[in-house]
């Protein structure tokens, strides 16, 4: 009877154990979901190769291209603070140059753009959420295909930057630009290269 009890007891005990264990790891799980949605945009990509895609419309065929791959990729709530923060900088923008021209921003819109502040924040909104998706799906090709863009090719590219931009001198360029920024830039023109090589574009 005791060997029964004691048989029963240690049955429990491993029970015990294996839903602790399982416990442990669905919240270790869980928590790197939120780690990962923290540090990325959470993009689960569609298919991005292999594509016949028509430029008819777009402003170039890179731009219908992204269009279709953003429409069969599908985006994790972490995306909104980058979309959010395009939005302001953007708007920010604006609102300084319409107080360098010493106008109030309805006027700025109305002389400069002929629109209203709505139909020009609901635009400026919706390009930030236009280019957010396509820079989260041009990171996540980059991660998913290993591409990068390395400091050997970015000195290579720096004196054609520095003619682009009007500087001579490397020194002041690296003054008035972020090298960081250029480079991540560069990344993606490079991906976006590459999904043009994977891909093809009608008229």
């Not at 264990?21 to 298919?47: I, M, P, Q, R």
């Not at 319409?98 to 609901?122: P, S």
């Not at 909104?125 to 998913?144: D, P, Y």
């Amino acid at each position: 009877m005791k060997r029964k009890d004691n048989n029963s007891s240690g049955k429990k005990k491993v029970l015990i154990i294996a839903i602790v264990c399982f416990a442990v790891l669905t919240l270790f799980g869980v928590l790197v979901f939120l780690d990962y949605s923290n540090s990325h945009e959470v993009v689960w990509l569609g298919k991005y190769k292999g594509l016949k895609v028509s430029s008819s419309g777009a402003d170039s065929p890179e731009d219908a291209l992204l269009k279709v791959i953003v429409q069969r990729t599908k985006f994790g709530s972490a995306l909104d603070d980058k979309i959010e923060q395009k939005y302001d900088k953007t708007m920010k923008y604006f609102e300084d140059e319409a107080e360098y021209f010493k106008l109030g921003f309805a006027e700025y819109l109305k002389t400069y753009y002929q629109t209203d502040e709505e139909a020009f924040r609901k635009s400026v909104r919706s390009t930030a959420e236009e280019t957010a998706k396509q820079e989260a799906v041009l990171r996540a090709v980059a991660e998913r295909e290993s591409i990068q863009f390395t400091e050997e090719e970015f000195d290579a590219i720096l004196p054609e930057l520095m003619e682009a931009y009007g500087y001579t001198d490397e020194t002041l360029f690296s003054r008035s630009y972020n090298f960081t920024e250029l480079r991540d830039e560069q990344l993606l023109k490079k991906v976006t290269k590459y999904l043009m090589e994977q891909n093809t574009i009608v008229d």
